[in-house]
């Protein structure tokens, strides 16, 4: 527990010195714009936290993700839901079937009418949600972002899975490995509004600048919006559009799987590298019958566990949202609230041949 609380905090003081220094980003800790205002939103609704408070019983927290026929955001919510019920409480997940920007709007406004204690979002768009969820604030409901970000005053906690830098870079680091530090490659992402894909984009981007990379190239952005289908045809679309095309880095787990899937039955297998970031058990076959050697994530499981108990410590009055201030997660041991309202889970996973069969989500 002493180890990880030290590691989150390094995490932590990497990301805030990386934003200090790069004006270029257009994206730090996993949100867009800073905002004068952005602790406007926690101090309007709260008062002065209580560290002593006891987590109150029968909270309602109900879990809106990018779009409910994800298996990653299924993952996290169901293990949300569980922590709900842990603390006393009930859970539930409700949401879109498609990751467009607007999809979450109408849910967020049946929540409020429905009274949950506190809505935890998995954002489409940092802002396509905000006015709705500054209603939710006023009506004292508690808003806690998850896996992805909206505006910063558009919530009072963004609960981030891993420093956003370090995912970001670490994509890059790992595909330039595999192909020895050249060639073309792709980058196939989830929809174009996406703010935690966004957020890793610009530090891919931004470490690709590095002399270190200087004979690799990025062609393209391809979308695949989260969906299955669009993610295999945008596949398809990129290997032929660029015949050197050499790794595509996907930071999605419908995208990677997609992709996986397409060059695991043509003659791409094993010429072209994919990476980046999936379930170990969408993955496994690929895995194994040699498509893909490594990509990464973190426990989606201790994500949603830890959405809640954070929401649970807010809608308990035991923190604001404000930095510095500390909640217990349950099993997962003690929190801090950093800057801008960000809480790291930890650092992600590497998976490969060796340790796959290890994990089971
Ligand atoms: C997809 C979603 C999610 C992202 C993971 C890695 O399931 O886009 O937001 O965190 O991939």
Redesign the pocket.
Known sequence: MHLHARSRGRVLAAASAACALSVTLAACGGTTKDSAKSDSAAAASTAKANPDAALKKGLKLAFLP?QIN?P??KIVDNAGIAAAQETGGTGKEVGPSDASASSQVSYINTLIQQRQDAILI?ANDPNAVCTPLKNAMKQNIKVVAY??DTAKDCRQLFIN?ASTEEIGRSEVQHIAKQLGYKGEIAILS?TQN?T??NAWIGYMKDELKKPAYKNMKLVKVAYGD?DDQKSFQETQGLLKAYPNLKGIIS????GIAAAARYISSSSYKGKVVING?GTPNQMRKYVKDGTVEQFS?WDPKKLGYLGAYAAAALASGQITGAQGEKFKAGKLGEYTIGKDGEVILGPPTVFDKNNIDDYDF
């Open positions: 990018k994800n990653y955001e998995a896996d992805s899975q989830a996406a935690n894909q989260d930071p999605t787990t419908v970031l994530l």
